[in-house]
């Protein structure tokens, strides 16, 4: 059984940074696709940025292109995810997502808690 764990999540300035860690144990996450999520109160999930298996292929929604950066090591059974320029619009719950034998872009665009595994989230507020 695979358990994600997310982290790094915290209150930020627009224009601010961070760095999100989803730590996999149970499991290695070499066989599995893994993805960013964020839901804010009130709202459906949102794919925000999906990795494949291999790290070559990635996924960003519109919002986030040129933003946020996403990367894998598999070495260190991690993902990561870099946000930069941060907006108050970037505030949500960002949970990570693990799927196996898909492509980044179809994980992204399936719901959250329809993906084989994810995480209890962090919270990610962008506020002067």
């Known amino acids: 059984q695979l358990q994600l764990v997310e982290s790094g999540g915290g209150l930020v300035q627009p224009g601010g940074s961070l760095r999100l860690s989803c730590e996999a144990s149970?499991?290695?996450?070499?066989?599995?696709?893994i993805g960013w999520f964020r839901q804010a109160p009130g709202k459906e999930s949102e794919g925000v940025s999906c990795?494949?298996?291999?790290?070559?292929?990635?996924y960003y929604t519109d919002s986030v292109k040129g933003r946020f950066t996403i990367s894998r090591d598999n070495a260190k059974n991690t993902v990561y995810l870099q946000m930069s320029s941060l907006k108050p619009e970037d505030t949500a719950v960002y949970y990570c997502?693990?799927?196996?034998?898909?492509?980044?872009?179809?994980?992204?665009?399936?719901?959250?808690?329809?993906?084989?595994?994810w995480g209890q989230g962090t919270q990610v507020t962008v506020s002067s």
């Open positions: 997502a693990a799927a196996s034998f898909t492509a980044a872009q179809l994980m992204c665009a399936t719901p959250l808690r329809e993906n084989d595994y």
């Open positions: 990795i494949d298996r291999s790290g070559i292929s990635t």
């Open positions: 149970g499991w290695t996450l070499d066989y599995y696709a």
